[in-house]
């Protein structure tokens, strides 16, 4: 009968590193049979004990992410007494950080938890920047962190999508001469706007391109150059009324432009507050 190993993961706080490194390292041994045992928001002493009298009796690990001090000294004193095999997983990385940064660690359970908060911004700004892309829901612009605005391929969408990775709420805005700007886009703050311009033979090149990728005639008014220079004549006028700040993307990748716009939004060029 095969032997089962028994694998407790115990934290101050979530305990979400310790258990996805466990998982990791288990799976490296599939021909071993193992149970989990969580123990999150450890915060006592009899806590401790409850883990320890569990493992003590059965072929067991402790992995743990304690970051407090007195439980921490007090789990490593309890598995040593009870040869239980123990391994504080943040240790070793801790005090390396401290030797290279010449300082002390502050010691504070939940940090990851609270990252955890960037990840779910990120989420919510990538809901928005779908919601918000190319005009079609204008109702909570205004809330949005930046408002692109250009002519068809001007990179509008996937630099919505890449600011929204970044935790940023975009939206944006197509300016087209047949259909007159929402009125929205006068009333946002200036600090929010960018115009997108491109220059001709870029925006011809892109537009062409489009068109072999779908398998359409190359005669389409879309890749026509007197209605590209039509769009970008239109499009200047538009951004000038706004008198927001303008990027040529022409030969930029959307990484460059973001940067750029970043740097543009700020003073210190740290990107939006």
Do not use: W
């Amino acid at each position: 009968m095969n032997k089962t190993y028994h694998l407790f993961i115990v934290s101050d706080s979530v305990g979400e590193t310790a258990h996805h490194l466990v998982q990791a390292v288990s799976g490296q041994f599939p021909q071993q049979q193992t149970v989990f045992h969580r123990y999150p928001y450890m915060k006592r002493l009899e806590e401790i004990d409850r883990v320890i009298a569990e493992a003590k009796d059965v072929p067991s690990l402790i992995v743990f992410t304690v970051i407090v001090p007195e439980l921490k000294e007090y789990l490593l004193q309890q598995t040593e007494h009870y040869g239980i095999e123990a391994v504080d997983v943040m240790a070793p990385l801790m005090n390396s950080f401290g030797k290279v940064f010449d300082t002390s660690p502050k010691l504070e359970p939940g940090y990851i938890r609270r990252l955890g908060d960037d990840y779910f911004r990120r989420i919510a700004a990538i809901e928005f920047a779908v919601k918000y892309d190319d005009a079609q829901e204008m109702s909570g612009i205004h809330n949005a962190d930046i408002v692109l605005a250009g002519v068809s391929r001007t990179s509008k969408t996937p630099l919505s999508m890449y600011l929204a990775n970044k935790g940023y709420y975009a939206a944006n805005i197509p300016i087209i001469p047949e259909v007159p700007p929402p009125k929205d886009i006068f009333s946002i703050p200036k600090e929010k706007m960018i115009g997108l311009m491109i220059s001709p033979e870029k925006l011809l090149d892109i537009r062409r391109e489009r068109l072999r990728a779908l398998g359409l005639k190359q005669d389409s008014s879309y890749a026509d150059r007197k209605r590209i220079l039509a769009e970008l004549d239109f499009a200047a006028d538009v951004l000038n009324q706004i008198g927001c700040p303008v990027i040529d993307v022409s030969n930029k990748a959307v990484e460059e432009t973001a940067q750029d716009l970043l740097e543009r939004m700020t003073p210190t060029g740290g990107g939006i507050v």
